[in-house]
């Protein structure tokens, strides 16, 4: 079985505050992809960023920086000068073979920005 | 990129009616859908996974004769809420799967049932 746990429900901060949020998941699988998900309050899904299991480097593009670390169960998303814009729901989602693939979901983690 | 294209984004409907929720992929055939479920401040819940031209599997609890999935060409699912009721009302969100680690969102459809 595979589960992704967002431990934070909610996060509040400042604009310009650099914020983090957690992801922690569960799988037997040596092979497995690890995503995250922005949902702003007009519901769609936007794709931030995939992860496979045999590629632990982090990633940073603009704002946005991923540390995946595979000893920990890990793949933390960091928000540096956080904008209201960044206001969202966050998910993380892991699939594997174990799994069929088919996406497990954290619980999401609401992000709200303020001015 | 990869586009899938949800109808309608809003629906209101009366208790007692069917609704109807198509997926599109516009520019590449969608071999696999996915279908969630999402309740306010809630997680996307899997509702059914779809392979063009079989039966859906649906997930453990929810009705497969409520809620009907149709996945009958490589470009189109539909999803129908059979005799509506009040509980039924969420966000349903399609997805279709590219690849092992490839997913595209459509836009979702929040249903109201009054």
């Known amino acids: 079985a595979q589960k992704v746990t967002q431990a934070q429900t909610e996060i509040s901060v400042v604009e310009k505050e650099d914020v983090t949020l957690d992801c922690v998941y569960e799988?037997?699988?040596?092979?497995?992809?690890l995503f995250w998900y922005k949902q702003p309050p007009s519901g769609e899904l936007v794709f931030l960023i995939r992860?496979?299991?045999?590629?632990?480097q982090n990633e940073i593009s603009g704002r946005y920086s991923w540390n995946f670390q595979k000893s920990t169960s890990s793949f933390n998303f960091t928000i540096t000068a956080s904008q209201v814009v960044d206001s969202a729901v966050y998910f993380c989602a892991l699939t594997s073979s174990g799994g069929s693939y088919i996406p497990t979901f954290g619980r999401g983690t609401s992000l709200i920005v303020h001015p | 990129g990869a586009v899938v294209s949800q109808h309608p984004s809003r629906v209101i409907c009366k208790s007692g009616t069917s609704v109807k929720i198509e997926c599109r992929s516009l520019?590449?055939?969608?071999?696999?859908m996915f279908w969630y479920r999402q309740f306010p401040k809630q997680s996307l819940m899997l509702m059914a996974t779809s392979n063009e031209g079989s039966k859906a599997t649906y997930e453990q609890g929810v009705e497969k004769d409520k809620f009907l999935i149709n996945h009958a060409s490589l470009t189109l699912s539909t999803l129908t809420v059979t005799s509506a009721h009040p509980e039924d009302s969420s966000f349903y969100i399609c997805?279709?799967?590219?690849?092992?680690?490839?997913?595209?969102f459509g836009s979702g459809t929040r249903l109201t049932v009054v």
């Open positions: 997805s279709a799967r590219m690849s092992n680690y490839g997913y595209t």
């Open positions: 992860r496979n299991s045999f590629d632990e």
């Open positions: 799988t037997r699988d040596t092979t497995y992809y």
């Open positions: 520019d590449f055939q969608a071999t696999t």
